[in-house]
């Protein structure tokens, strides 16, 4: 089992920032990638994802330019800095994790999911 922790949202006005943490915890043998997704209504969205094998992390065009995604290794934790929010921003925001456990099975785990709500 491996589990997921999401912290750091919360209420801001359009142009604020926030910074969401994500950790990663359990049975992990090797983490291969951890990213941020988003559902402001029916269906969830990609906004960042960043490989732990040094590879380019990616973005939704949505996002580009406001938001940056930064992983501590050792920690199995990821944060999305999100600078410039607009209200569309509003959503809640799921971190995600995929890699392979102590025994060898891949894994995709997903957190409880955090609310950000920018005002305008």
């Known amino acids: 089992q491996v589990q997921l922790v999401e912290s750091g949202g919360g209420f801001v006005q359009a142009g604020g920032s926030l910074r969401l943490s994500c950790t990663a915890s359990?049975?992990?043998?090797?983490?291969?990638?951890m990213g941020w997704y988003r559902q402001a209504g029916k269906q969830r969205e990609f906004v960042a994802r960043i490989?732990?094998?040094?590879?380019?992390?990616t973005y939704a065009d949505s996002v580009k330019g406001r938001f940056t995604i930064s992983a501590d290794g050792a920690k199995r934790s990821v944060y999305l800095q999100m600078n410039n929010l607009k209200p569309e921003d509003t959503a809640v925001y799921y971190c995600?994790?995929?890699?392979?456990?102590?025994?060898?099975?891949?894994?995709?785990?997903w957190g409880q999911g955090t609310q950000v709500t920018v005002s305008s």
């Open positions: 995600n994790a995929q890699g392979r456990t102590i025994d060898y099975e891949s894994f995709e785990s």
């Open positions: 359990g049975s992990i043998g090797s983490v291969y990638t």
């Open positions: 490989p732990f094998n040094g590879m380019s992390n």
